[in-house]
């Protein structure tokens, strides 16, 4: 049932188990500062549902991406500010 | 180049929690072409958030077999974002844009948590109470972690009592509501025996921790992430050391595509008729939006805006008397957790209002107005659009925020260049 899915996050190779977000995914791994605000401080997510916007990194190339609201796919480049 | 993927349907539901998996459910049975578009990785909403493949309680599971069983189109991770043309929606999801016509559509878009600036709450871990609880729904392992639940409403004893099944050390449970309000509520639950019963299973889960009325955290410290609050309680403030702050402040209503569609409000809220219809001719809301009222009011809701949208009206109409009797047990629940005047000293002059933008409360006073505090500040004007500081400078400095302009959340530029014209082979 729970297969395991192979990402990156900021070069580094991670597994997890299918139907992860790519938000669970990085504070699994230790990085609780997702994204730096305007004035530089680390933030990290304060919804959990896709309205904050303060979880958004860059997935794929594509920036501003809400990390709470996405699943982990295999072969993902995910980076963080 | 972009992908556009059109659909038609006679009856469009936006949002896939309590309220949208009952319309479209009601709506499929009178035969029409259903589709509901939800934002959300899976169906559920926030209260049964990833249970779509694994539901944890009869209800949802009972409600998700039947809209399975019925003829309904399921589309998630995809947002409305603007209204292109009569009666069609554009949409977005991570890699392509979408098209919906729709005959008549019904909005169930659901609640977000009220947050509060106090001093350190933007530091990472301290997040919404939904918002921690979301998290652990998508898999963060919680197990052996200090969590300070706080703020005010029903959702802090729910969450509370689900961090403490999975693991959780719940150290404490910091309610800003009034005794004599908790308690007058506790006397009315008599009247409504189910809840009266979730409440003697709640308080059964979270026998061992205490649950502090009259107590809201007043600053949160930590370096890197939060290593503790402050809480105060009267005249007495106290330390807790803790890896999360959960803490919201009761719900707002998501309104911002009623808005953009042209349906009227009051006080805050959608205003329907008895049929659950807006407005605006063929839009029908139900759940929050409409008012706050938790899963039993918005299923009921649900069925009704169901059935009217496809002109069932003597099935909808049997379903008043239920609506009654949640909406009145809702007003009660409202009341109960209404905001303390003390809460608006919570910031001081550095703590930041606006996260996406930065803005300071010191910046804030002064202003007359969100607009003029938005032309002047910039709060309210990053990509979260206010959603987040809008209703906290509502409560803070009473200012009206309603106001929304297309596109209703950030959207791809090729995505807002699209148009149905150009589809339809006009000439650009």
Redesign the interface.
Known sequence: MSEIVSLKINGMPITVPSGTTVLVALLMNGIVGIRRSVTGERRGPLCGIGVCFECRVTINDQPHCRSCQILCQNGMDVRTE | MIRVRSFDTDVLVVGGGPAGLAAAYSAAQGGRRVLLVD???TLGG?IW?GEW?APRSLEAASWFDRVRRARVSLLT?V?IVAEVAEKTLLGES?DATYEFRYKTMILATGA??R?LPFPGW???????A??????VK????IRGKRVVVAGTGPLLLAVAAYLHAQGAKVLTIAEQASRSQVLSLARTLLRFPSKAWQAVLLRGQLWRIPYDLECWPISAYGE??VQGVLLRQGSRTREIPCDYVACGFHLVPNVELALLLGCELRDGYVRVNEFQETSRADVFCAGEPVGLGGVDLALVEGQIAGYAATGRLDAARALFGRRAHWRRFASRLNRAFALRPELKSLPDART?IC????VPFERLRGYSSWKEAKLQTRCGM???QG??CGPAVEFLFGWTVESHRPPIF?ARVESLMWSPSLEQGGHP
């Open positions: 934002e959300n990785p926030q958030r493949m991770g947002r991570q977000r948590e947050f933007t530091l990472p871990n301290v997040m919404g939904g918002g921690l609880q979301a998290l998508m898999g963060l392992p890197g992430s930041i996260r996406c933008e930065d990053g990509p979260c959603r987040i950030p």
